[in-house]
């Protein structure tokens, strides 16, 4: 066969026989650098094409056709010719369930909570059965999956939007409900954000685990060690206002290491960062300044939580709103078409106010002085940028923890331009890039400015607070 049929073949091949979330899997597993360059909102027939382009560019093609083989023996031979004939394998070793060891189940837009939350787990003594951590080199993916529910005696589900669309956590789930019948394991759903769930699910008692982490961690465990919750009157105590983790260069391919406080604000519910006091070097050319310190949202605000504002206040909704709430795909997105006088009202609200451009940047880049959230490398994969060509806004976090500033603030680089309180001529400074500007436009020091009425697709915000309740 020419490689033009042979590329077609396996083009072919791929859109017939493997739905577009499998073949996602099949790059996150096999070929994690195609997978690594996928953009959000990237059609099948593109990813599939970047695969099929990968392999040949990389001589991977025996590779791929030997995962296609296993992955699809029995349509394999009409394309391919005859397989290629494996070698036999000893008979499994019966499987032994630990009653100890917690599967995780989530979508792969969730994976930085599911790593945090396994980490803390296994610092409890919990083993963790995850993918793709926990799948073994030249392991099938459905083959670990049934491995790791077969050895694991719980199974967390983390329930966002993203989980419930996805085909292998709805299956994951459903087998975990009819082992959790048979007493075999315990089944706990986490709700990571309010869902509509499937009838199934919706039987069994979640527990919060999209507000403050560290309270919901503790009400996990109470719940894995057979512990008593706190009483009700001990939530009327006040907080703890702050979580410390801290990130080395390491873990987060950050130059500075910091010790990280992320705190609930109380009015609006989102996770806010301090940004302690101090010198960092600002501006293209680098000029040294001094800032007190100050707490910002740690995203930008997005519809969902503009909505409660809306709600409580009874402001006017973005254009692009259905009625007084966002369209449902867009909860986590951004909140867009707002102005600056739209932004100055959520903040007057929240007892809070727009950053100014200072603060904005050291949050954006720490100290160092450097270009973007996570170094001076232009990394297409890290930021909702006009490159990546998805041409609209995503959800926070999606290209977190990978494009996060060392003070783990996300979407500093693309996503939406962000209003700040400075001024300029006739209008106020904003911030960031968008996904409408290129990536060297969203370097954390490039700015622009526009009027205070202006509305756009692309204009967004977050807020800052000189000080935060106990801190």
């Known amino acids: 066969m020419t490689e033009p049929v042979d590329r077609a073949k396996l083009i072919y091949f791929l859109t017939e026989y493997f739905s577009d979330e499998e073949i996602i899997m099949l790059c996150l597993v ?9 953009g959000s909102g990237q059609r099948k027939s593109q990813k599939i094409a970047d695969l099929v382009a990968y392999c040949y560019r990389q001589g991977e093609v025996e590779r ?3 995962v296609l083989q296993r992955e699809r023996p029995l349509p394999y031979p009409t394309h391919f010719g005859p397989a290629t004939p494996r070698p036999a394998t000893p008979p499994p070793a019966p499987k032994v369930r630990n009653p100890r060891q917690v599967f995780i189940s989530h979508a792969h837009q969730d994976a930085e909570l599911a790593q945090r939350l396994a980490a803390d787990l296994r610092a409890r003594g919990w083993p963790v059965w995850m993918a793709p951590d926990s799948i073994q080199t030249g392991e099938q993916w459905v083959e670990a999956v049934n491995r790791g529910l077969e050895e694991s005696g719980v199974l967390l589900l983390l329930i966002s939007h993203a989980a419930v669309n996805s085909a292998w956590v709805r299956r994951e789930t ?5 082992l959790e019948h048979q007493g075999e394991i315990q089944f706990y759903p986490l709700e990571v954000q309010p869902c509509d769930l499937p009838p199934l699910w919706r039987g069994y008692q979640r527990t919060p685990f999209g507000g403050r982490y560290e309270a919901a961690l503790d009400k996990l465990l109470a719940r894995l060690d057979g512990r008593a919750l706190p009483s009700p009157a001990a939530s009327l105590l006040p907080p703890e206002p702050k979580l410390e983790l801290t990130q080395t260069s390491d873990f987060s391919k950050k130059s500075d290491v910091f010790v990280v406080q992320f705190a609930i604000h109380p ?9 302690r006091a101090g010198e960092f070097l600002y501006g293209e050319n680098k000029e040294t300044h001094y800032l007190d310190e100050y707490w910002i949202d740690k995203t930008p605000v997005t519809n969902a939580e503009y909505a409660r504002f809306v709600a409580t206040t009874g402001h006017k909704t973005p254009e692009h709103w259905q009625g007084n709430t966002p369209p449902h795909e867009l909860a986590d997105h951004p909140v867009v078409y707002v102005s600056w006088h739209d932004a100055e009202a959520y903040a007057k609200w929240a007892g809070c106010q727009l950053p100014t451009e200072e603060q904005w940047e050291k949050a954006a880049r720490g100290t160092d002085g450097r270009s973007y959230p996570w170094g001076n490398t232009r990394l297409l994969s890290y ?4 490159d990546n060509h998805i041409n609209e806004t995503t959800p926070v976090r999606m290209f977190s923890p990978g494009g996060d500033s060392p003070y783990g603030c996300v979407d500093m680089s693309g996503n939406v331009w962000e209003w700040t309180v400075t001024k300029t001529g006739g209008g106020r400074v904003i911030r960031g890039g968008s996904w409408s500007t290129f990536q060297l436009e969203a370097r954390v020091f490039e700015r622009s400015d526009y009027y205070m009425s202006f509305k756009s697709g692309d204009y967004g915000f977050r807020v800052v607070a000189v000080s935060f309740p106990g801190s």
């Open 383 to 386: 930021s909702n940028i006009l």
């Open 64 to 66: 791929l056709l030997a």
């Open 174 to 178: 459903n087998v975990a409900i009819e």
């Open 30 to 38: 096999e070929f994690p650098a195609v997978y690594n360059d996928f």
């Open 267 to 275: 009015i609006t519910g989102k996770e806010m960062v301090r940004i």
